[in-house]
């Protein structure tokens, strides 16, 4: 599992010009592709990372400020950008693989008591943020 974390004064997805999923607040926009072998593990290690890693203002975590995070699934992390000029996406879990590890991801935040927003998975989304840095981080598990 891949992420790209961004920390955002707001940030917001429109699916056909419909607002499906917002942070109207600081907090962090995370960005997520699922791999193939991505399972339970992966999904702790970087709800964990997501909620904890002192990336907000004041080197304070989403926990401790009980910011929001704004979550869409993004396969073309799992891009390999190595060979060529196209990128090979032989590495991102094809949907009836990703989307349950994106839901879990979702429920695992919220187990912690995080708000969750989300995008809608397998959709066209347009995706907006307001990035507060900026600042971004990439997550690997």
């Known amino acids: 599992m891949r992420a790209v974390l961004q920390r955002v004064t707001s940030a917001r997805v429109e ?4 607002v499906v999923g917002e942070i109207s607040r600081p907090g962090l926009l995370a960005l997520v592709g699922v791999a193939h072998a991505d399972g339970p593990e992966q999904v702790e290690r970087m709800a964990r990372k997501i909620a904890e890693l002192r990336i907000l203002r004041d080197e304070r975590s989403v926990v401790e400020l009980g910011a929001p995070v704004l979550l869409v699934s993004q396969f073309t992390l799992q891009g390999d950008t ?11 879990a094809p949907g009836p693989v990703a989307e349950p590890v994106i839901d879990a991801l979702v429920g695992a935040l919220r187990g912690r008591g995080i708000d969750v927003a989300t995008g809608r998975f ?3 989304m347009a995706v907006t943020s307001m990035n507060d840095g900026p600042f971004t981080v990439l997550v690997d598990t």
């Open 15 to 18: 699916v056909e010009g419909h």
């Open 82 to 92: 190595r060979k060529g000029r196209r990128p090979s996406w032989s590495a991102a």
């Open 122 to 124: 397998g959709a066209m």
